[in-house]
């Protein structure tokens, strides 16, 4: 996000990195031994906000409400990277706190999520907290998981509805709007935040059935499918190339079986003509071709019983229906 960043603040270095009593008790809350005021360093981090960020997405006010209680212990870590030598702080508190007289890009007013996060003051932090202090690390993003990515116009799966994330519709800018979070994962320091490498980071919660999946892949827009998705959509792809074969099978019977017929009941018509004719017909009219021809092969060839003789041709008209 844009403002995605560690917070300045007027206090005093001291004031700034030193926890208060509530603060110290939270900090203790985590830690396994009993932790001293002036052995953490406490530092003010603003995680995201509702603002358009440069993936052109937002995490509305709602979503920020949500996030400010699945952030409060979380980690912190360099660059996105789930490594337990990356963890470098925790979050001890998280509010969603407003900035007056500032707007969006979408012309919303504007509102962040603020946290408080802690590291222990030591020999090897020495140079993380020096970053820190002269502005060094400055910029953050979030790991999280949302349940949806929503257009800002027509409030529909941004993937599957018709509008352009970026382009203006009377009036109203559309971005896809992060709704629905349900976990966080972490926050990292990066160098450039909201880009696909080292930003927001974004996951479907909820799989895409293959209706939309399919609606997704036809939209023209790039997408991000899950592994789950990668998996349903192979099977998918398998089976269509089972009924492909199975299709395949059938017409190539279909079209042996009308060729046969029309060489007995339409003997005029040239094998290559009729080859060309089907070429053009679905699965249906060559079923409707063989079906005409078998009635005209019926009503030509007249199938009868090998022992019926008809009464009116036997010499005496007796038993004439059981002789050869």
């Known amino acids: 996000m844009k403002d995605n960043r560690i917070k300045k603040s007027a206090a005093s270095p001291v004031g700034l990195s030193t926890p208060d009593d509530e603060e110290l008790r939270l900090i203790n809350s985590y830690a396994r031994r009993e932790m001293k005021a002036d052995e953490v360093y406490v530092f003010p981090v603003v995680l995201c906000d509702n603002d358009v960020d440069r993936d052109g997405e937002r995490f509305p006010v709602e979503s920020l409400f949500a996030l400010e209680k699945l952030f409060v212990g979380k980690t912190g870590i360099f660059d996105h990277d789930p490594s337990a030598k990356n963890q470098a702080a925790r979050i001890i508190s998280c509010a969603v706190e407003s900035v007056p007289g500032k707007t969006t890009a979408t012309g919303d007013d504007y509102f962040r999520l603020c946290a408080r996060a802690y590291l222990p ?17 400055r910029e953050v993003s979030v790991g999280c998981a ?9 409030g529909e799966p941004l993937h599957s509805c018709s509008h352009k994330s970026g382009e203006t519709y009377g009036g109203k800018l559309c971005c896809g709007e992060l709704c629905d979070p349900y976990d966080a994962y972490e926050w990292s320091f990066v160098a450039v935040p909201a880009q696909k490498n080292a930003g927001v980071t974004k996951s479907f919660g909820k799989e895409r059935n293959m209706e939309n999946l399919m609606k997704a892949l036809g939209s023209g827009k790039e997408i991000t499918l899950t592994a789950a998705e990668c998996q349903k959509l192979a099977e998918y792809v398998q089976k269509l190339r089972h009924s492909a074969a199975d299709g395949v099978y059938y017409r190539e019977t279909l079209s042996a079986d009308v060729l046969r017929l029309s060489a007995a009941v339409q003997p005029d018509i040239s094998r290559e003509t009729m080859e060309s004719v089907m070429k053009g017909m679905t699965v249906a009219q060559l ?3 063989r079906s ?7 009503a030509k060839i007249g199938a009868a019983p090998q022992l ?3 009464k009116n041709k036997s010499a005496d008209g007796k038993n004439g229906a059981f002789q050869i």
């Not at 020999?123 to 690390?137: F, M, T």
């Not at 949302?146 to 027509?154: I, K, L, Y």
């Open 287 to 289: 079923r409707e071709f």
């Open 308 to 310: 019926y003789r008809e």
């Open 121 to 137: 003051r030591s020999e090897s932090n020495a140079g993380l907290i020096e970053a820190l202090d002269s502005g060094i690390l």
């Open 292 to 298: 005409a021809f078998e009635k005209q092969r019926d």
């Open 146 to 154: 949302v349940g949806e990515v929503r257009c800002s116009v027509c």
